[in-house]
């Protein structure tokens, strides 16, 4: 059986019935209504929040009283992912705080989907991964024409040779970018190729924020003669939206992991 959440995003079909709502004082409530509940279940969430987290955990608490004995967890955008090491001093290590979190559920399983580097499965129990591999082949055979594969950064590379070797060798544009760590502002980009020769460049990477990383190496990109450029991003967050993304990107891919998107120039695949 499985319980979805987040009524926009239900990976696994139909979801035991249930009502949520949120106290006076903020605090989230959940109320099973279906009692013929199976000894498995499956809960689904999307984390953008405290409020989703708590949701999660309350909704766990209810199973459990309803002697539910094996829960399993699909989070496909693990919180604080990004935040998996200490820069500067003060700063928290977020990523094992939410996996310090999740792991005292004492879940059967955490299912989580293309996590932003090696140490979010590392530190949760019980961990599965779902790779970007299938996500980004189902976006290939969109675009449908011969591409070269762009990772943006020295972090996405040892990724993106994966998923070059999944797909059967599909070459490999390496780059660079550089960012301050106290600020995380960018101050540039390099591409190691001399010409792209109009080679149609897919970015492809875990996460888009603000998308500064990916505007700027469109740049750099088109300076060193890119043709078509299509951006797969996993997790897309959108923070500022997409307009931008849009002018510098034929195609822009993502999943919806995060939130749902109805864009044009946005593609999106369902997980």
């Known amino acids: 059986m499985f319980l979805h959440l987040d009524p926009l995003f239900t990976p696994y079909g139909k979801s035991i019935d249930f009502e949520t709502f949120i106290f006076s004082g903020g605090e989230p409530h959940i109320k099973i209504q279906e009692q013929d509940i199976e000894d498995s279940v499956t809960i689904t969430q999307r984390i953008n929040s405290f409020n989703d987290l708590g949701l999660l955990l309350i909704a766990t608490d209810a199973l459990r009283r309803m002697d539910v004995k094996v829960i399993n967890v699909f ?78 950064d020295g972090g996405a ?19 660079s970018k550089k960012r301050d760590v106290k600020t995380g502002e960018l101050s540039g980009f390099r591409v190691y190729e001399k010409d792209l020769k109009d080679k149609h460049c897919v970015v492809v990477d875990d996460i888009c924020d603000g998308g500064g990383t990916f505007l700027g190496l469109a740049k750099a990109l088109k300076e060193k003669n890119a043709g078509k450029l299509s951006l797969i991003v996993s997790h897309g967050i959108f923070s500022n939206g997409t307009k931008e993304l849009k002018k510098s990107f034929d195609n822009v891919f993502t999943t919806n992991s995060v939130k749902n998107i109805e864009e044009e120039k946005v593609i999106q695949i369902e997980l």
């Open 157 to 175: 590379l040892k990724k993106i040779y994966k998923v070059s070797e999944y797909l059967g060798g599909v070459e490999v544009i390496e780059c």
């Open 75 to 152: 989070i496909p955008y693990f919180p604080g992912a990004r935040q998996d090491r200490v820069m500067v001093s003060g700063e928290a290590l977020s990523v094992k705080v939410y996996a310090d979190i999740i792991n005292a559920q004492n879940y059967n399983k955490v299912t989580i989907f293309d996590p932003h580097s090696e140490v979010t499965p590392a530190l949760l129990n019980n961990v599965k991964v779902i790779q970007n591999y299938e996500f980004v082949q189902q976006c290939l055979q969109t675009i449908d024409e011969e591409v070269a594969l762009v990772a943006p």
